[in-house]
């Protein structure tokens, strides 16, 4: 806690201004925070100044009460004037009307309760106290900045030695019976005068006496020399005002120009910064290898700041964490390292999207500890930049202690912003370079599994007379779990459908798998269910995930017309019979493939007539689902069925086609969808 006490009188409220200036610049307030806090403690102090003190016939003392935490800073006023609560004002009446038509009284204190926020008062001990309360930045706590240059000022920077010397000789000129002496720093700049050795030794020790009178002369908040006058002649007392206002101007233009010197020179640097951050920008944009680009990215700002160490995060985006990817200043096992979201000032800089520095970390309730207390490393002071691109936040880059032990500064926040901003679309050019590499591979090898894939496809259905075959397969994706086959038996020929059940790459290779096992398995002298039986164990043995696959196999016996199956879980394919109403389903036998490996499969049998109609089929016809969610559904394939079924096996399977084209419309295709369409074909009248 900090105070001030002064006079009650309206010469004291520079003084205000200026404690309350330091207060707000010790908090790291904006500049427009400062000056609407300063401009609500003036409006009430000139209050109490005019009508709690002059306007009552009462003198006393206005109390500046300065306290701070990490959340707020209070200004709080006390004063013995006359009881006042400001609160108790009315808004004011036509505010929206120009000052000079608008009625007199409130307006200040409604500007002073909406200048802060909060404004509170109380009366305690016959004494008023008017507090104000502002918010202070989230975890910022800037170093102060001075009201001179950072560099120390000497006296010669100011004045030249020889010009202050002729300025004092022209007052001991003038004043012949005073001894005027410059002291700075210990030493003795310029004397004009008798100056005994008794008298130069208290000068020195600053020690004023009946004769020696010393008196600061400052530039800003800074003591830059101690003027020493000595005379025994009471008519000189005065003397000392005007020497003391002639040597203040000097300095203060010698001061101007220093400044202004000093500000070019910061100006200068601070270009020189900026065009070498251009520069190693250029650099970044040209390398798209995304880890050798992290290792710049951090190199380059740990230089460009000072840093003594510094760490790269970027944000994993299934947990959210912060990931270290780059570490430097000697610890290296905390690669790979997971911080969880919004741990730590790290944590807040990606959360909020704002650079946070922290001065001394010690002093910083969200500084994460662990790290240190892993590594060994002493943390004291870091800066946090997120590196942003839009509204989103891809990591954060954070710089530990500067090299020199000094204090983070204003130029360095500057710095690091810019720099961040610009390695951030650096990253993000590398990462969307590497994602369409990888695109490119995987679809360069997803067509190349498609052409495998569909070269195991059928490319034309099975010629033999009394018969009609067609066939569709279309993939939701690249590629399928979804198949169809033909075999060629002794006597028969072999039916195959299949549905693995999953999608992708996986599905696409237990399908080639699968296929290969039934082809293997399929011999003669084999019924049905018995080469079913040994597919069965061959794809449990090949299936480590899990995965399993439904299936309808039917060895079909032309010259009979009758076919002997095995349906594996797969959905039972429909039979029209010429001439009926009614719809055979060929039903499940037994487990799918890839379940059970000690399952015994049955089989079943059924007849085929001239003019009847098989349609086998996976799920992805039946469960096509159009913009409304609404399946295709069994009804509507047994409908079309019973509609077409004179028609030819091509004929059927186009209608087919068509009318789930028609209900899906523009809806992606969800699923694979694969259909098989048999016709024993009736004879020529």
Not at 13 to 26: M, N
Not at 56 to 79: P, Y
Not at 348 to 353: N, P, R, S, W
Not at 631 to 637: C, D, I, N, P, S
């Amino acid at each position: 806690m900090q105070s001030l006490t002064v006079p009650g009188i309206l010469d004291s409220l520079s003084e205000i201004r200026k404690h309350v200036d330091v207060a707000a610049s010790a908090a790291g307030l904006d500049k427009m925070t400062a000056y609407r806090l300063r401009q609500a403690v003036d409006e009430i102090a000139t209050n109490i100044v005019i009508h709690g003190f002059q306007d009552a016939c009462l003198s006393g003392n206005l109390r500046v009460i300065t306290e701070m935490d990490e959340k707020t800073l209070t200004i709080t006023l006390e004063d013995t004037a006359i009881p006042f609560d400001p609160r108790v004002l009315a808004f004011p009446d036509q505010i929206e009307k120009n000052i000079g038509e608008r009625p007199i009284g409130g307006l200040g204190v409604f500007l002073t309760k909406n200048n802060v926020n909060r404004f509170e008062y109380e009366y305690v001990n016959k004494m008023n106290r008017n507090i104000f309360i502002v918010n202070r930045p989230a975890s910022y706590s800037p170093t102060q900045k001075p009201p001179i240059p950072i560099e120390p000022i000497t006296l010669d920077q100011l004045i030249e030695p020889l010009t202050l010397q002729t300025l004092i000789n022209v007052f001991q000129a003038i004043n012949p019976e005073a001894a005027v002496a410059i002291l700075s720093e210990g030493r003795m700049i310029a004397t004009a005068g008798t100056w005994p050795e008794e008298a130069l030794v208290d000068l020195r020790a600053g020690q004023p006496g009946a004769a020696l009178r010393l008196y600061p002369l400052t530039v800003g908040q800074r003591e830059i020399a101690t003027l020493g006058l000595r005379t025994f002649d009471t008519d000189y007392v005065r003397l000392d005002d005007p020497l003391r206002r002639a040597l203040n101007v000097v300095f203060e233009q010698g001061w101007l120009r220093h400044e202004a010197s000093f500000r070019q020179r910061q100006v200068e640097m601070r270009v020189m910064h900026l065009q070498t951050v251009m520069e190693i920008t250029r650099e970044l944009t040209a390398t798209l290898d995304l880890e050798k680009l992290l290792t710049m990215i951090m190199n380059a700002a740990v230089g460009i700041v000072k840093a003594g160490a510094g760490s790269l995060f970027l944000i994993d985006e299934p947990s959210g964490d912060l990931v270290f990817r780059v570490v430097t200043g000697g610890v290296s096992n905390l690669i790979g390292t997971h911080i969880p979201a919004g741990k730590g000032v790290v944590g807040e800089a990606a959360a909020t999207g704002k650079l946070v520095i922290s001065q001394n970390v010690e002093d910083t309730q969200k500084f994460f500890s662990d790290m240190d207390h892993l590594t060994g490393f002493k943390t004291r002071s870091l800066l946090a930049a997120p590196l942003k691109i839009s509204d989103r936040t891809l990591g954060v880059l954070e710089l530990i202690n500067k090299v020199d032990d000094s204090l983070f500064n204003e130029e360095d926040v500057e710095l690091l912003t810019t720099f961040a901003a610009q390695a951030t679309i650096a990253i993000e050019n590398a990462r969307l370079v590497q994602s369409a590499i990888i695109k490119d591979r995987l679809e360069h090898e997803a067509m190349l599994a498609f052409d495998l894939q569909s070269s195991l496809i059928p490319a034309q259905t099975p010629d033999l007379p009394g018969w009609e075959f067609a066939a569709w397969w279309q993939p939701a994706r690249e590629v399928s779990g979804d198949f169809y086959d033909f075999v060629d038996l002794p006597g028969a020929l072999g039916l195959v459908l299949g549905d693995v059940a999953d999608k992708g790459m996986h599905a696409a290779m237990f399908m080639a798998l699968t296929r290969s096992t039934i082809r293997a398995s399929l011999s003669a002298g084999r019924s049905p269910a018995e080469s079913l039986t040994t597919a069965n164990r061959l794809i449990c043995a090949d299936s480590k995930n899990g995965m399993f696959v439904t299936l309808f196999y039917a060895a079909l016996d032309p010259g009979r017309r009758s076919i002997t199956y095995v349906n594996c879980g797969h959905n039972p394919p429909l039979l029209a019979h010429r001439g009926q109403d009614n719809m055979e389903e060929l039903k499940r036998t037994g487990l799918s493939l890839g379940f059970d490996a000690d399952f015994e499969y049955g089989e079943a049998s059924c007849q085929l007539e001239p003019g009847d109609l098989l349609v086998i089929y996976t799920d992805g016809v039946t469960e096509a689902f159009n913009g409304n969610r609404q399946q295709f559904g069994k009804e509507r394939l047994r409908a079309l069925m019973m509609e077409f079924r004179d028609q030819s096996a091509q004929e059927v399977l186009e209608q087919l086609q068509l009318a789930l084209r028609r209900h899906i419309g523009e809806t992606p295709q969800s699923d694979d969808i694969t259909a098989m369409v048999v016709r024993c074909v009736p004879p020529t009248p």
